[in-house]
């Protein structure tokens, strides 16, 4: 919904929005009782498009009235992420509950979900799913990142740069590369196949999510990575397909 909150804001450049506008137009709701709604979607936007999410210069708050968006109707947004494709998928997605829990968290706002489970089990691909249902909740889409080959600080720094297109000063460690991240992303961010180098991304991820980011993590590891706040979804085996009994006629 935060891309069809900006993108109604800036349909209307210059002039109030009220709260009850937002939420009739944009979610459908006619009580103003689901205002909270508004504000956590505003604040999430505040994230990802101001410079100075506290000094904010392109969604203005009116007070008492509603927002304002002051950065113009037309040109770019200065949205963090040039969004990608997630890779298509070819085969059917067979639907597993660990989809609905996954996505529910994150358009609950938690900002770390990591999917858990053993090589194998289809943690990618539930993944890619999660994200493709929320992608459209968050102003930068979703973005994946596949760090298998990664086996070092250096090269995960490296992967996560070239494919989200981030200049990661990690000269002093996680909190300068942190502060990259927060500065250019808002999207939903899949980090996959993170083994290798969990204990890096997990300090990364512990400095990126001090620094209040506009984005969102999800993550497939075997394990979780004990970040807090991170909210764990574990993956487990599909259910064998049951054959329907046939009649066999001579």
Same mark, same amino acid.
């Given at each position: 919904?935060?891309? $069809?909150?900006?993108?109604?804001?800036?349909?209307?450049?210059? $002039?109030? %929005?009220?709260?009850?506008?937002?939420?009739?137009? +944009?979610?459908?709701?006619?009580? @103003?009782?689901?205002?909270?709604?508004?504000?956590?979607?505003?604040?999430?936007?505040?994230?990802? /498009?101001?410079?100075?999410?506290?000094?904010?210069?392109?969604?203005? #708050? %009116?007070?008492?009235?509603?927002?304002?968006?002051?950065?113009?109707?037309?040109?770019?947004?200065? &949205?963090?992420?040039?969004?990608?494709?997630?890779?298509?998928?070819?085969? #059917?997605?067979?639907?597993?509950?660990? +989809?609905?829990?996954?996505?529910?968290?994150?358009?609950?706002?938690?900002?770390?979900?990591?999917? #858990?489970?053993?090589?194998?089990?289809?943690?990618?691909?539930?993944?890619?799913? /999660?994200?493709?249902? +929320?992608?459209? &909740?968050?102003?930068?889409?979703?973005?994946?990142?596949?760090?298998?080959?990664?086996?070092?600080?250096?090269?995960?720094?490296?992967?996560?740069?070239?494919?989200?297109?981030?200049?990661?000063?990690?000269?002093?460690?996680?909190?300068?590369?942190? !502060?990259?991240?927060?500065?250019?992303?808002? @999207?939903? %961010?899949?980090?996959?196949?993170?083994?290798?180098?969990?204990?890096?991304?997990? $300090?990364?991820?512990?400095?990126?999510? $001090?620094?209040?980011?506009?984005?969102?993590?999800? +993550?497939?590891?075997?394990?979780?990575?004990?970040? !807090?706040?991170?909210?764990?979804?574990?993956?487990?085996?599909?259910?064998?397909?049951? !054959? &329907?009994?046939? #009649?066999?006629?001579?």
């Amino acid at each position: 919904m935060e891309a $069809r909150a900006l993108a109604y804001l800036r349909l209307h450049a210059g $002039r109030l %929005v009220s709260m009850k506008e937002l939420l009739r137009n +944009v979610w459908g709701y006619d009580s @103003a009782a689901r205002s909270r709604t508004v504000y956590t979607t505003i604040h999430r936007l505040r994230l990802a /498009v101001e410079i100075d999410p506290h000094r904010p210069q392109l969604i203005v #708050t %009116v007070p008492g009235g509603g927002f304002r968006w002051a950065g113009g109707s037309g040109g770019a947004v200065p &949205t963090p992420v040039t969004q990608r494709a997630l890779p298509f998928q070819l085969d #059917t997605f067979v639907d597993r509950p660990e +989809v609905a829990a996954a996505a529910a968290l994150l358009q609950a706002g938690h900002r770390l979900v990591t999917l #858990t489970g053993i090589s194998g089990i289809g943690k990618t691909r539930t993944a890619l799913e /999660v994200a493709r249902r +929320v992608a459209d &909740t968050f102003v930068g889409g979703a973005e994946l990142v596949d760090l298998a080959a990664c086996a070092s600080s250096e090269s995960m720094y490296a992967r996560i740069g070239r494919d989200l297109g981030l200049h990661l000063d990690t000269a002093t460690g996680a909190d300068a590369a942190a !502060r990259g991240f927060v500065a250019r992303v808002g @999207a939903i %961010v899949v980090l996959d196949n993170v083994e290798r180098v969990g204990s890096e991304l997990a $300090r990364l991820l512990r400095a990126t999510l $001090r620094e209040r980011c506009g984005a969102a993590f999800l +993550v497939t590891a075997r394990s979780a990575l004990g970040v !807090r706040g991170e909210q764990v979804v574990p993956v487990g085996a599909l259910p064998l397909l049951r !054959r &329907t009994p046939t #009649t066999m006629s001579h």
